[in-house]
């Protein structure tokens, strides 16, 4: 089983978004593929509410998958290429995590 993990950073607006809205819109986005695709095992999206300053990200997404082949297909997803695509407007910096977990 593969656990995906993925840590952002928002910008502080977008097209006159403010960050709260922004991080909103990009978890309910992220919430909505658990529904759309197969690959995913199980899918949670968490809002950092406390940390702070330049070591903290204010989304984090952790999925879990059944093979590295079922992670690449989520990866390559039409559904999971829109949210892609939507996040390249609003995030400032991204970090990824696949673990194998035995």
């Known amino acids: ?3 995906h993990v993925v840590l952002w950073k928002i910008k502080e607006e977008f097209n006159g978004t403010p960050k709260h809205l922004l991080i909103q819109e990009f978890k309910q986005r992220l919430e ?3 529904n759309e695709i197969d690959e ?5 999206v ?10 903290a990200s204010d989304l984090c997404l952790v999925s879990t998958h ?4 079922a992670l690449q297909k989520y990866a390559n997803h039409p559904k999971h290429l829109e949210v892609v695509a939507y996040a390249k407007n609003i995030v400032e910096e991204r970090r990824v995590v696949d673990a194998e977990i035995l």
Do not use: K, Y
């Open 1 to 3: 089983m593969i656990q």
């Open 40 to 44: 995913i095992m199980s899918l949670s």
């Open 46 to 55: 968490s809002i950092n509410t406390l940390a702070h300053g330049p070591q």
């Open 66 to 69: 059944e093979s590295f082949e």
């Open 32 to 34: 909505s593929l658990r």
